[in-house]
């Protein structure tokens, strides 16, 4: 034997000590790890719970009269609490379905909330980078002193169009 596979079997052989949950998953992640080949079965979820729809003819039907027997009593314990039982889960699933129909109801909300919010703050953006694009295409022009009068002219003309297209946007 190498010195290796004495190592391995005396860590296999070593009482293992459990102190919390990531111990136990880690040492199933192992087990799992050890032989990769084997298939692994994974569970599905929990089934919906059903019960049986009522009877469409109840045979015997329990009156007042006198004359029922001792074992009747079981039988009609037995039926009421079957009822009882169906009628709670009837009424669980209902409120069930009022709660996730809420549920969606109020995503719904909170999505469209976000979007509004995400559609102002676009909207600002734009506005902010189209005044700096304005801003970066007006010239500033220096023509030097001899034309200081007609580009002076010329900055007002524009700045007089630029004025109306900002009060029109």
Known sequence: MSSKTKKSDEEEKKPVVI????????????????????????????REKSLAPPPD??????????????????????????????????????????LDEEYQRKLEENKKIADEKTAKKRAKRLKKKLK????????????????????????SDKSDTENTTNENT
Do not use: C
């Not at 192992?30 to 929990?46: A, C, Q, Y």
């Not at 029922?68 to 009609?76: D, I, K, L, N």
């Not at 500033?140 to 007609?150: A, F, L, M, T, Y």
């Open 132 to 155: 700096a694009k304005l801003k970066e295409k007006k010239p500033k022009v220096d023509n030097g002193p001899e034309n200081k009068e007609s580009s002076h002219s010329e900055d």
């Open 57 to 98: 003819f109840v045979r015997n039907v329990m009156g007042s009269s006198a004359g029922a027997g001792s074992g009747e009593f079981h039988v009609y314990r037995h039926l009421r609490r079957k009822e009882y039982a169906r009628q709670k889960f009837i009424q669980e699933k209902s409120e069930k379905e009022k």
């Open 19 to 46: 102190k919390n949950a990531t111990d136990i998953q880690r040492l199933k992640l192992e087990k799992l790890m050890r032989n990769p080949d084997k298939p692994v079965v994974i569970p599905d979820g929990p």
